[in-house]
């Protein structure tokens, strides 16, 4: 079955950096666009950035510049480097994929950003 498991959130005080991973298992992983969310408390979920199986990205206005996606198709792993941290970039971050129409989803990461 389909698992994702993301890890590297935490604390961070503004203008600092993190590097958030997700493993994933169970599908063809190089095959798939892989996709990193956030949620803050009593937002929706946004799509922050995105990668194509071919290496193709996409991100958020809000993250343009700040942030880079990449991936490892060996390890089957997704990274998100943050850099130049914002207080409203606080969030649970979470990495999906979408596979025969159906969403998975990880367990999330908690990023704070605060002085």
């Known amino acids: 079955q389909v698992q994702l498991v993301e890890s590297g959130g935490g604390l961070v005080q503004p203008g600092g950096s993190l590097r958030l991973s997700c493993a994933a298992s169970g599908f063809p992983f190089s095959s798939y666009t892989m996709n990193w969310y956030r949620q803050a408390p009593g937002k929706q979920r946004d799509l922050v950035a995105s990668i194509t199986s071919s290496g193709t990205t996409h991100y958020a206005d809000s993250v343009k510049g700040r942030f880079s996606i990449s991936r490892d198709n060996f390890k089957n792993t997704v990274f998100l480097q943050m850099n130049s941290l914002k207080p409203e970039d606080t969030a649970v971050y979470y990495c999906?994929?979408?596979?025969?129409?159906?969403?998975?989803w990880g367990q999330g990461t908690q990023v704070t950003v605060s002085s």
């Open positions: 999906n994929v979408i596979r025969q129409s159906f969403g998975y």
